[in-house]
């Protein structure tokens, strides 16, 4: 089974509509995140969390928000989808960067979100 | 400002040769640098790191030079095979910047059979 998987892999919705993604882990990891990449841009990080009660905005954070309702679980919402929100999301994890000397995240498979 | 940056967007090299993909990086406070392979319809998928402390990491056919004083880091792929074909992202991060990875936009390799 995959350490992080991703609910749904492919969304089309329309503007306006709330959309939320779904993030699950079974790594153990106390820190989690969310990205989006477009073509030609990279991985931009939307949202992270590095436990339950830490929440914090990435670069992108405008027109986004996030839940942490379990170590292993972070959900991502459009509450107002518009068609720029039109990517691919990542949902990553990590484990503490000071303990392991290492900033390796593990991403998960990916939600191919449309916003007609 | 981009902080990390792949400027070639593409590169094309013929199986059993090196393959070079090149990153630089603006942040001097960077202290950890790493490079993500991406397939298709799949997440990214880490591939071999490297710590400031350090100039050079090497994990079988994957070696990633670190040049501080140029702010630079390259990663070589020897011998290069077709299943290397993939999208790689050069990432870094800061310890005193609450340790977030920034990505480069990507580069996208092509193996030639």
């Known amino acids: 089974d995959a350490d992080v998987t991703q609910t749904p892999r492919n969304r089309i919705t329309k503007t306006g509509k709330r959309i939320m993604l779904e993030c699950s882990q079974t790594?153990?990891?106390?820190?989690m995140y969310w990205y989006r990449q477009d073509p030609g841009l990279g991985l931009r990080l939307i949202y992270y969390?590095?436990?339950?009660?830490?929440?914090n905005k990435g670069e992108i954070s405008d027109g986004y928000s996030v839940s942490r309702q379990a170590q292993a679980k972070f959900s991502l919402s459009l509450e107002s989808a518009i068609p720029n929100q039109t990517a691919l999301y990542f949902c990553?994890?990590?484990?503490?960067?000071?303990?392991?000397?290492?900033?390796?995240?593990?991403f998960g498979p990916g939600t191919r979100l449309t916003v007609l | 400002d981009q902080q990390v940056k792949q400027n070639s967007p593409s590169l094309s090299v013929q199986e059993g040769r090196i393959s070079i993909l090149n990153c630089d990086y603006t942040?001097?406070?960077?202290?950890?640098f790493l490079w993500y392979k991406k397939y298709p319809a799949e997440g990214p998928t880490f591939l071999i790191s490297?710590?400031?402390?350090?100039d050079k990491n090497e994990d079988g056919r994957f070696t990633v030079f670190l040049n501080k004083s140029a702010k630079h880091l390259s990663l070589h792929i020897v011998p290069s095979q077709p299943g290397d074909s993939a999208v790689y992202f050069c990432?870094?991060?800061?310890?005193?910047?609450?340790?977030?990875?920034?990505f480069g936009k990507g580069m996208k390799l092509t193996v030639n059979p």
């Open positions: 990432a870094a991060s800061a310890l005193s910047g609450s340790e977030k990875l920034v």
């Open positions: 969390s590095f436990d339950v009660k830490d929440i």
């Open positions: 790594k153990g990891h106390d820190r």
């Open positions: 990553a994890t990590s484990d503490d960067r000071v303990t392991l000397h290492t900033d390796t995240q593990y």
């Open positions: 942040n001097s406070m960077f202290d950890y």
């Open positions: 490297i710590s400031s402390i350090k």
